[in-house]
């Protein structure tokens, strides 16, 4: 596990810290003809071997460093002004996966049964459920009191804002439930509270407010149900 904080903390360096917006221009617009595309390539693998702290992870670290190019080179020759958000995303995701996975060949660990493994199954079939699935399913049963002045105030919100908002909560109640934390859920609900009481107040509509209290209780229902119900399920494979 260290050798992975190490290696992320390389990353992080590497990627956000020691890489100038210089170095980040001139590898949008010359990609691999960018001479620093090749120092980023090359600051990554030093970090890596450095902070890793053992001469044996020399190799491992220039294995990091290839990897890491080659995706940043993919990213760079595929991304476009609309979808940079995406790349961002799928190449930070990819970048993590080959540290936990150069992990794993040096530790030996290379073989990890995740098909076996119910408690593994449990869990993300718990949080998949909490995503998208609840999402449908709280819109449908709120639909037939949804007020027809809703869609006025969606012109001054965020493209699906409330979609994933919904979806975040969802998640941190699920984990507060499974580290114990059921405090912090009374903290999460009064926080959104306070955040909504003055758009609910600006509207000043009974209705509306009735309308995101159900939602809101839905959601939040669902979610320590789906915690409560996993956490049972995994105490009985203890």
Do not use: C
Not at 40 to 47: D, E, K, N, W
Not at 196 to 221: H, Q
């Amino acid at each position: 596990m260290i050798l992975f904080v190490k290696l992320l903390l390389a990353h992080l360096l590497g990627d956000f810290i020691w890489q100038p917006n210089a170095w980040v221009v001139d590898k949008e617009i010359k990609k691999h003809k960018s001479i620093y595309l090749y120092l980023h390539i090359l600051l990554h693998g030093v970090l890596a071997a450095v902070l890793a702290g053992e001469i044996r992870f020399i190799p491992y670290a220039v294995l990091i460093a290839v990897i890491h190019g080659i995706i940043d080179i993919i990213k760079l020759n595929f991304q476009k002004e609309k979808n940079k958000r995406t790349w961002f995303v799928v190449d930070q995701i990819a970048h993590i996966l080959v540290l936990i996975g150069v992990v794993m060949i040096y530790q030996h660990n290379i073989i990890i049964n995740f098909w076996q493994d119910n408690a593994f199954w449990i869990l993300i079939t718990g949080l998949l459920l909490l995503t998208k699935p609840t999402s449908i399913f709280i819109k449908i049963i709120i639909s037939i009191w949804a007020p027809e002045s809703q869609n006025s105030h969606q012109d001054n919100s965020l493209i699906a804002a409330g979609n994933y908002i919904g979806i975040l909560e969802r998640l941190f109640v699920f984990g507060f439930i499974l580290t114990g934390h059921f405090e912090a859920i009374g903290f999460l609900l009064a926080a959104k509270s306070i955040f909504r009481f003055g758009d609910l107040n600006e509207a000043k509509e009974r209705k509306l407010t009735e309308y995101v209290l159900i939602g809101t209780l839905l959601s939040f229902g669902v979610a320590i149900l789906t915690g409560l119900i996993v956490q049972s399920l995994l105490l009985q494979l203890l």
